[in-house]
């Protein structure tokens, strides 16, 4: 019974070859640093921030219009933030907030597959519920890149 449980309890020394001296990243395939590299929680979160201010924007002009009533503010920028988060990843890889700060998502399951409409929905949609992104593997990625296969890498 004992031996159940070592292998997560006995901390990162039970880890073997792919422990703590590897490089977040590198047992997907992609390079230690530089372009192509995981990209810093740091700089995912201000991605996020600089999309969440987009759709704010972007709501503020609708209530600005008339079209949007300030009581439904919020879910509307969260729509607008996930049709937004959505069409950009499936189109070009990447949200407005990831390309201001040099990122990109990426498929790790194989080369030249891309993002697609079902991967960047069901991402966007655990993002949005924030508990999933709030809990990150070894290579720092959430539970939202892990269930769809990707990552956020570097760009530049």
Do not use: H, K, N
């Not at 720092?140 to 269930?147: E, F, I, P, S, V």
């Amino acid at each position: 019974m004992s031996r159940t449980f070592s292998s997560w309890l006995s901390g990162p020394e039970s880890a073997g070859p792919d422990g703590p001296d590897t490089a977040p990243g590198q047992r997907l395939g992609l390079p230690a640093s530089g372009p192509g590299s995981l990209a810093p929680t740091g700089r995912r979160l201000v991605a996020l921030a600089l999309d969440w201010l987009v759709g704010y924007g972007l709501a503020g002009l609708g209530v600005a219009a008339g079209v949007v009533t300030p009581e439904y503010l919020a879910t509307v920028v969260l729509g607008i933030w996930l049709v937004l988060g959505v069409a950009a990843v499936r189109l070009f890889g990447f949200t407005p907030g990831q390309y201001a700060c040099g990122l990109r998502v990426v498929p790790v399951d194989g080369p030249g597959l891309g993002i697609g409409l079902g991967r960047a929905t069901v991402r966007g949609l655990l993002i949005a519920l924030v508990v999933p992104a709030l809990f990150t593997d070894a290579d720092g990625r959430g539970l939202q890149d892990r269930a769809t296969s990707t990552a956020v890498v570097r760009s530049r």
